[in-house]
């Protein structure tokens, strides 16, 4: 049966037992009376900064006056109560991170709709690992390498918060990261491809012509689609970081 | 201007927990007096939600308390209703009162409207 509030609170003030009669202990609290780590740093990311202290202490202070009774049920409480709070403050904080993700995310999933339909039997057939450690980690140490550790560092905190001010500087250095990225995934396919095109050409005879040259060329030629789809990503990105900078920029013009 | 200003129920019952909590007023003690009163359990979410929104309004003010050792050394954030606030409830609650008047609630079935003679279900 639902419990009611109204009894869960009467509940929760009858049955108080303190922990520590003698109350708590100076400095951070026991491992035992935090609550879990995960939901706590989810909350200071989707919480605005004014809100972050008022409303963690809150439910520090609920959850230990809960966990007298069951640390288990406290914590599914606490679960509870930041998924609520991430529901109701997500938009306001992170929608700009929300809108570039769920584009990311639509990207990708329509695009792996297409490669099934394209072939239903065998869908695994556009997945290539060794294409897949050509592209992806080498474009990322390009864009490293061309750029900064720390740029990585600024780059993957924009991705997190893109509403977080940062100089016009970071913003350039991060812009030019996802161009390099991008960039170098697009190369690094053309490049690929033509690795292909030439075993494929010096492996060619007369007898395996029909049988290998087009699943040959469909392999050679994967690295190329995930060039094009990491360039598509970071295009989107470093068009976000533009907007970001031009924004701020402004908005600092305005106030003086 | 005050007069414009409209508010709904979730933000009708919180301004008079507020009110009701007077020097205690905070996320936790709001949260408790809804669910001890009405039975109401919002999540903490949902309160600071509606908070937030009445004090951009200009019906509650806030400021920043102590920090104890169970909130683990954050501080308290104690709402106060504004003289907007307090007519805004006001003007709500003469508001409901006058919509109130004539009719009377028959136990499970319908409103009655004494002088016209017609029912609505309820």
Same mark, same amino acid.
């Given at each position: 049966m639902k419990q009611s509030g109204s009894e869960h609170h009467t509940k929760l003030t009858s049955a108080k037992r303190p922990l520590y009669p003698e109350g708590l202990p100076s400095g951070p609290l026991p491992p035992a009376l935090q609550p879990p780590l995960l939901c706590q740093l989810l909350l200071e990311w989707v919480l605005p900064d004014a809100l972050q202290e008022p409303v963690?202490?809150?439910?520090?202070?609920?959850?230990?006056?809960?966990?007298?009774? !069951?640390? !288990?049920?406290?914590?599914?409480?606490?679960?509870?109560?930041?998924? !609520?709070?991430?529901? @109701?403050?997500? @938009?306001?904080?992170?929608?700009?991170?929300?809108?570039?993700?769920l584009s990311m995310v639509f990207f990708i999933g329509i695009s792996l709709w297409a490669m099934f339909v394209s072939n239903p039997a065998d869908p695994w057939t556009y997945y290539d690992f060794v294409s897949l450690v050509l592209i992806f980690p080498s474009a990322l140490l390009f864009a490293v390498g061309a750029? !900064?550790?720390?740029?990585?560092?600024?780059?993957?905190?924009?991705?997190?918060?893109?509403?977080?001010?940062?100089?016009?500087?970071?913003?350039?250095?991060?812009?030019?990261?996802?161009d390099v990225m991008g960039q170098s995934a697009l190369l690094l396919g053309f490049f690929s491809t033509l690795i292909g095109v030439v075993a494929i050409a010096n492996a060619m005879t007369a007898e395996n012509f029909a049988a290998s040259f087009g699943p040959a060329t469909a392999v050679c030629l994967l690295t190329l689609l995930y060039g094009s789809g990491l360039k598509t990503l970071c295009y989107v990105a470093a068009q976000k970081v533009s907007f970001t900078a031009r924004e701020n920029s402004r908005n600092d013009s305005v106030l003086g | 201007m005050a007069q414009?200003?409209?508010?709904?129920?979730?933000?009708?019952?919180?301004?008079?927990?507020?009110?009701?909590?007077?020097?205690?007023?905070?996320?936790?003690?709001?949260?408790?007096?809804?669910?001890?009163?009405?039975?109401?359990?919002?999540?903490?979410?949902?309160?600071?939600?509606?908070?937030?929104?009445?004090?951009?309004?200009g019906l509650l003010k806030s400021r920043l308390g102590e920090a104890t050792a169970e909130r683990g050394g954050r501080a308290k954030k104690y709402f106060a209703i504004t003289a907007e606030g307090q007519q805004a409830l006001h003007r709500s609650k003469q508001a409901l009162d006058r919509l109130w008047q004539g009719l009377a609630l028959r136990q499970g079935a319908s409103v009655t409207v004494p002088q016209n003679g017609m029912e609505f279900p309820a």
């Open positions: 963690l202490g809150d439910l520090q202070e609920e959850f230990i006056e809960r966990q007298q009774q !069951s640390r !288990s049920s406290a914590c599914w409480w606490y679960r509870g109560q930041t998924v !609520s709070t991430c529901w @109701h403050f997500l @938009h306001q904080t992170k929608g700009d991170w929300l809108m570039l993700v750029t !900064s550790r720390r740029t990585l560092q600024q780059a993957v905190a924009f991705l997190m918060n893109p509403g977080a001010a940062a100089e016009p500087v970071v913003y350039q250095q991060i812009r030019h990261f996802f | 414009d200003k409209f508010i709904g129920e979730m933000e009708h019952m919180v301004l008079l927990a507020v009110l009701r909590l007077n020097e205690q007023a905070y996320g936790s003690q709001i949260r408790q007096c809804l669910a001890d009163t009405v039975d109401r359990d919002l999540s903490i979410g949902a309160l600071y939600t509606t908070l937030e929104r009445l004090e951009q309004k």
